[in-house]
T-cell receptor
Framework: DTGVSQDPRHKITKRGQNVTFRCDPI?????LYWYRQTLGQGPEFLTYFQNEAQLEKSRLLSDRFSAERPKGSFSTLEIQRTEQGDSAMYLC???????????FGSGTQLSVL | QQQVKQSPQSLIVQKGGISIINCAYENTAFDYFPWYQQFPGKGPALLIA?????SEKKEGRFTISFNKSAKQFSLHIMDSQPGDSATYFC?????????????FGQGTELSVKP
């Protein structure tokens, strides 16, 4: 499978706990994006990396959120002190700049109780 | 501020019919307009995309029509099938370097009845 892989697929946590999600992009794509999608809405941009450099962060990404992409390969998104409003689908996407295509993973569904 | 507005929110079409979903954008700097299809529990998948230098693009049963002066674009699904039942999102981005940073519409839930 050469698509975008995300882990875990589902995460249930209690308010105040920290959670971390992982994304493995398509290997030859050097740009990786994180989006958030709430029920009934389109995905919203959170942040993106070119190789290991985080080039842009949305205002949606509060101080409790941090993303990394060590060595320009997989990426992690951590949410500290989760709140109920963080409940959403977190999507990772891998960008094929040559063909101008964005490939999404299946997402991690986060539920904060 | 909603930069990409999509309509309708939901759509029911008979098998074999034409499904039409519309989007309007505000930012004239947008120059890349893709459509995505999303099934429950899955991430969005790219269907078809267009740049503003053409007014129409067709791929199989899917056609994008683009009206630059009206700042509108639409997706037409010909010969709609039950397997097309999904949520469809239009999106936009500006600049080649921003191609992965998409502004999405609110989505249209399409149901194709057999």
């Amino acid at each position: 499978d050469t698509g975008v892989s995300q882990d875990p697929r589902h995460k249930i946590t209690k308010r105040g706990q920290n959670v971390t999600f992982r994304c493995d992009p398509i290997s030859e794509h050097n740009r990786l994006y994180w989006y958030r999608q709430t029920l009934g809405q389109g995905p919203e941009f959170l942040t993106y990396f070119q190789n290991e450099a985080q080039l842009e962060k949305s205002r949606l990404l509060s101080d409790r959120f941090s993303a990394e992409r060590p060595k320009g390969s997989f990426s992690t998104l951590e949410i500290q002190r989760t709140e109920q409003g963080d409940s959403a689908m977190y999507l990772c996407a891998s960008h094929d700049r040559l063909n101008e295509k964005l490939f999404f993973g299946s997402g991690t569904q986060l539920s904060v109780l | 501020q909603q930069q990409v507005k999509q309509s309708p929110q939901s759509l029911i079409v008979q098998k074999g019919g034409i499904s039409i979903i519309n989007c309007a954008y505000e930012n004239t700097a947008f120059d890349y307009f893709p459509w995505y299809q999303q099934f429950p529990g899955k991430g969005p998948a790219l269907l078809i995309a267009i740049r503003p230098d053409v007014s129409e693009k067709k791929e199989g049963r899917f056609t994008i029509s683009f009206n630059k002066s009206a700042k509108q674009f639409s997706l037409h699904i010909m010969d709609s099938q039950p397997g097309d039942s999904a949520t469809y999102f239009c999106a936009a981005s500006r600049g080649y370097n921003q191609g992965g940073k998409l502004i999405f519409g609110q989505g249209t839930e399409l149901s194709v009845k057999p």
